[in-house]
C-alpha cells in the first residue's frame, strides 16, 4: 500500500519592528516546466497509451475515454485551427459549459499557441436570468471564441452573447439562430510547424488562463495565470511530496468544475504532472446528485480525493451502510485533502474509523488553503488532530501577517500570484489589491495555531470585510463563527448569515436544510412544504435547543447567539447573495435583507424570533 512522504513542516520566521510577521518555506521548490502543455508533452511521450481522462457518456452508463497520446494530437490540431481562425496571443476561449474531455483538449490546445482559456461558472449561463455575470466575465475575458459541450441547454446564454460577435464552438446540438462550428471540425485539422513555434515562444509570463473570483465580494474578477501560475503549482507539490503514488499513476475522481482552482488548477495540472487519469464525476455533494458519485466511486478507487465538508458528510453516511463502497474507497487512497470550510472533529472521526476498518490504518488528511488571486497560499502537509490549521507557506511562497486586532491580516506574495496589473477590464479594483512590497491582500485574518511555535502553522478567521464590532466594542470573527454554529446545527442548518454590526448581541438569519431536518422528525414533518418546515412548532423547539446548548458552550458576546431568524425566502444567486461554492455572501445577505436584520433586532422581539 502506497504511503506519502511528505516533508516535516518548515517554516523561516522574520519578525519586524512593526509587528508584521514574513513566513517562508525552508523546503525548497522542485524544478518547473515552462508550461503546462510541456507537462502535458511529457506525460503523453512516457505513456502515450494511457488514458487521461474519462467521462461518463451518461448517468450509470458507459465510459468514454481518450488517452495522452490521442489528447496531446487532437490539442495540437485544435491549436492549429485556432491559428488558421487568426487567432493570437492575448485572444481567449470563453467556456461556458462544465467539464468535458473535449475541455480539457481545448484547453491544452489553446495554450499551445498562448491563447488563454477562460472557464466559466456553469451557472453564469444556466442558472442565471439576465445573464449579468456572464456578459460582465465574456467582455472583461476579451474573448473571441466561446465553447459549450451542447448547444441547446446555452442557447440563451449564447444568445445574450450574440453581439459579441463570438465564433461559437460546440461538441453537439443546434439552436435556432446560434450559428456553431463542431468541435469536430476543430481536431480533424492538420497541424503545422507553426504549432511548434508558438509552443516555443510560451514563456513563465504567459498567460494561460482567466479563472474569476467566487463573487463572494461582488461581481466576479477576471484574474489572469500565467503558465508560472500552473507550472509553480506543480512543483510545490512535487516538493512537498503529495504527487509521489509509488510509482503508479494516479486515479482521480473529479466533482469540482474546472472553473473552480482547486480542480482547474490544483487537481487538473498536479494528475498531468503524475501522468495519472482523471474520471469526471457528474455527481455533486447534493441528495439529488450524490448517487452518482457512490456509483463512480464504487468503480473506481481514487488515490487521493479532495471535497468540501458536505461531500465528506454525505460520503461517511453512505460508507456507514456499504461495506464494499468504504472499501473501494479507501483501497489506494493515499490522502485526502479539503478547503473551503472547516472539517468537524466528529467528522474526521468517523473518516478515521472508516478507514480504519477498511485498511487497518488512517489516511492523513491536509488543508488547502487558496484563492483565485494566488492560487495556493498555504498547506497543511503534515498530519495533526487540528482541523483548524490551514497550514505554513508554500515553497515559493511568502506570507506576510500584519497585526489587526486580535488577530493578523494575511498578505500573499510568489510566481503563483497574478501579474501587478491586476484584474482584466476592472482599474478600479485592481487599485489596493498589492501593497507597498508587493504583497497582495487577502482580506483574510489569521493567527498561529500556538503562538509560541509558528512550526505548528496557521489558523484562519475570518474574512476581514465580513467581520463587526458590536456596540461594546467587541470583535465578531464572523467566519468562525457561522462554522461553528453551523457544526452545532448540523444537519438542519443549511447556511447562517452572522448579523450584529453596532448592535447589543449577535444575531443569525438561519436557513433551514429540509434534508436534513425530514431526516431527524421523520414521519412527523414528511407532508410539510420547505416554506412551512420554517414555522413549524417541532422544528423551531428542535433548533432553539440547539442554539441553546451552543450558547452555554460559548458564553462570551462575540459567540453567543442572542437573536435568531428562521428565513423561508431562499437565497438567491442572481443577486449575488449566493457564491459559486454554493455559500452565503455574509455582506450581500445583510445588506440585501436589511429589512430582515432590522426585524431581528427590533424591539421588543416579533413572534418569528427566536430570543435567547
Given at each position: 500500500?502506497?504511503?506519502?512522504?511528505?516533508?516535516?513542516?518548515?517554516?523561516e520566521v522574520t519578525r519586524r519592528d512593526d509587528g508584521s510577521i514574513l513566513l517562508r518555506s525552508g523546503i525548497p521548490l522542485a524544478p518547473v516546466r515552462p508550461s503546462l502543455p510541456h507537462l502535458f508533452d511529457d506525460a503523453a511521450t512516457a505513456h502515450p497509451d494511457r488514458v487521461f481522462m474519462r467521462q461518463r457518456m451518461a448517468p450509470g452508463g458507459?465510459?468514454?475515454?481518450?488517452?495522452?497520446?490521442?489528447?496531446?494530437?487532437?490539442?495540437?490540431?485544435?491549436?492549429?485551427?485556432?491559428?488558421?481562425?487568426?487567432?493570437?496571443?492575448?485572444?481567449?476561449?470563453?467556456?461556458l459549459s462544465g467539464n468535458s474531455l473535449e475541455h480539457a483538449v481545448l484547453s491544452i490546445g489553446a495554450q499551445r499557441v498562448r491563447v488563454a482559456v477562460a472557464p466559466m461558472s456553469a451557472g453564469y449561463s444556466l442558472m442565471s436570468t439576465d445573464h449579468a455575470k456572464l456578459k460582465g466575465c465574456v467582455a472583461r475575458s476579451g474573448a473571441r471564441f466561446a465553447f459549450v459541450d451542447n448547444v441547446a441547454p446555452y442557447a440563451k446564454a449564447l444568445a445574450a452573447l450574440a453581439p459579441m460577435g463570438l465564433r461559437v464552438i460546440a461538441v453537439a446540438g443546434q439552436a435556432e439562430g446560434i450559428e456553431t462550428v463542431p468541435y469536430a471540425e476543430l481536431v480533424a485539422t492538420e497541424p503545422t510547424a507553426a504549432v511548434e513555434r508558438e509552443m516555443a515562444a510560451i514563456t513563465h509570463d504567459t498567460?494561460?488562463?482567466?479563472?474569476?473570483?467566487?463573487?463572494?465580494?461582488?461581481?466576479?474578477?477576471?484574474?489572469?495565470?500565467?503558465?508560472?501560475?500552473?507550472?509553480?503549482?506543480?512543483?510545490?507539490?512535487?516538493?512537498?511530496?503529495?504527487?509521489?503514488?509509488?510509482?503508479?499513476?494516479?486515479?482521480?475522481?473529479?466533482?469540482?468544475?474546472?472553473?473552480?482552482?482547486?480542480a482547474g488548477n490544483f487537481n487538473l495540472n498536479n494528475v498531468i504532472g503524475a501522468g495519472g487519469t482523471i474520471h469526471l464525476d457528474d455527481g455533486k455533494p447534493i441528495p439529488a446528485?450524490?448517487?452518482?458519485?457512490?456509483?463512480?466511486?464504487?468503480?473506481?478507487?481514487?488515490?487521493?480525493?479532495?471535497?468540501?465538508?458536505?461531500?465528506?458528510?454525505?460520503?461517511?453516511?453512505?460508507?456507514?451502510?456499504?461495506?464494499?463502497?468504504?472499501?473501494?474507497?479507501?483501497?489506494?487512497?493515499?490522502?485526502?485533502?479539503?478547503?473551503?470550510?472547516?472539517?468537524?472533529?466528529?467528522?474526521?472521526?468517523?473518516?478515521?474509523?472508516?478507514?480504519?476498518?477498511?485498511r487497518g490504518e488512517k489516511v492523513p488528511m491536509y488543508t488547502f488553503y487558496g484563492a483565485t488571486e494566488y492560487l495556493f497560499g498555504a498547506l497543511r502537509y503534515w498530519v495533526t488532530p487540528r482541523m483548524d490549521i490551514i497550514g505554513l507557506p508554500l515553497p515559493d511562497t511568502d506570507l506576510k501577517l500584519v497585526p489587526d486586532g486580535a488577530h493578523y491580516e494575511l498578505r500573499v506574495k510568489g510566481r503563483t500570484l497574478l501579474p501587478r496589473s491586476g484584474y482584466?477590464?476592472?482599474?478600479?479594483?485592481?487599485?489596493?489589491?498589492?501593497?507597498?512590497?508587493?504583497?497582495?491582500?487577502?482580506?483574510?485574518?489569521?493567527?498561529?495555531?500556538?503562538?509560541a511555535n509558528p512550526i505548528e502553522g496557521i489558523v484562519f478567521s475570518s474574512r476581514v470585510a465580513e467581520d463587526f464590532k458590536l456596540t461594546s466594542g467587541t470583535y465578531v470573527a464572523v467566519n468562525a463563527l457561522r462554522l461553528d454554529l453551523m457544526a452545532a446545527g448540523d444537519p438542519l442548518l443549511r447556511e447562517a448569515v452572522i448579523c450584529g454590526l453596532n448592535r447589543d448581541g449577535v444575531g443569525a438569519l438561519l436557513w433551514l436544510n429540509d434534508v436534513g431536518v425530514r431526516a431527524v422528525l421523520g414521519e412527523a414533518v414528511a407532508a410539510l412544504t420547505n416554506e412551512q418546515l420554517a414555522s413549524d412548532e417541532r422544528v423551531?423547539?428542535?433548533?432553539?435547543?440547539?442554539?441553546?446548548?451552543?450558547?452555554?458552550?460559548?458564553?462570551?458576546?462575540?459567540?453567543?447567539?442572542?437573536?435568531?431568524?428562521?428565513?423561508?425566502?431562499?437565497?438567491?444567486?442572481?443577486?449575488?447573495?449566493?457564491?459559486?461554492?454554493?455559500?452565503?455572501?455574509?455582506?450581500?445577505?445583510?445588506?440585501?435583507?436589511?429589512?430582515?436584520?432590522?426585524?431581528?433586532?427590533?424591539?421588543?422581539?416579533?413572534?418569528?424570533?427566536?430570543?435567547?
Open positions: 500500500m502506497v504511503q506519502v512522504r511528505t516533508p516535516a513542516p518548515s517554516v458507459a465510459w468514454r475515454e481518450i488517452t495522452y497520446g490521442q489528447a496531446a494530437r487532437d490539442s495540437r490540431a485544435v491549436a492549429q485551427w485556432l491559428l488558421n481562425q487568426g487567432a493570437k496571443p492575448g485572444d481567449a476561449v470563453a467556456v498567460v494561460a488562463r482567466i479563472m474569476f473570483t467566487s463573487g463572494s465580494t461582488g461581481t466576479p474578477k477576471a484574474t489572469p495565470q500565467t503558465q508560472a501560475n500552473l507550472t509553480i503549482t506543480v512543483a510545490q507539490a512535487r516538493s512537498l511530496g503529495i504527487l509521489d503514488f509509488g510509482g503508479e499513476a494516479p486515479q482521480h475522481i473529479e466533482a469540482m468544475p474546472f472553473s473552480h482552482i482547486m446528485l450524490f448517487a452518482q458519485t457512490i456509483a463512480n466511486l464504487r468503480e473506481v478507487s481514487p488515490h487521493f480525493y479532495i471535497t468540501v465538508p458536505l461531500g465528506y458528510t454525505m460520503l461517511c453516511d453512505a460508507m456507514e451502510k456499504d461495506d464494499a463502497l468504504r472499501d473501494s474507497f479507501f483501497k489506494n487512497l493515499v490522502y485526502m485533502g479539503f478547503g473551503g470550510a472547516m472539517l468537524s472533529d466528529a467528522l474526521v472521526e468517523r473518516l478515521d474509523a472508516l478507514a480504519l476498518k477498511a482584466l477590464g476592472d482599474a478600479q479594483a485592481s487599485e489596493a489589491l498589492f501593497d507597498e512590497e508587493g504583497f497582495f491582500r487577502t482580506g483574510d485574518a489569521v493567527r498561529f495555531a500556538d503562538p423551531v423547539a428542535l433548533l432553539r435547543d440547539r442554539i441553546a446548548s451552543f450558547n452555554a458552550a460559548n458564553p462570551s458576546g462575540a459567540r453567543a447567539i442572542r437573536r435568531a431568524v428562521l428565513m423561508a425566502a431562499p437565497l438567491t444567486y442572481d443577486s449575488g447573495e449566493l457564491t459559486d461554492k454554493g455559500t452565503a455572501s455574509q455582506r450581500v445577505v445583510r445588506e440585501r435583507r436589511s429589512a430582515d436584520v432590522e426585524q431581528l433586532f427590533a424591539q421588543p422581539a416579533g413572534p418569528a424570533v427566536l430570543t435567547f
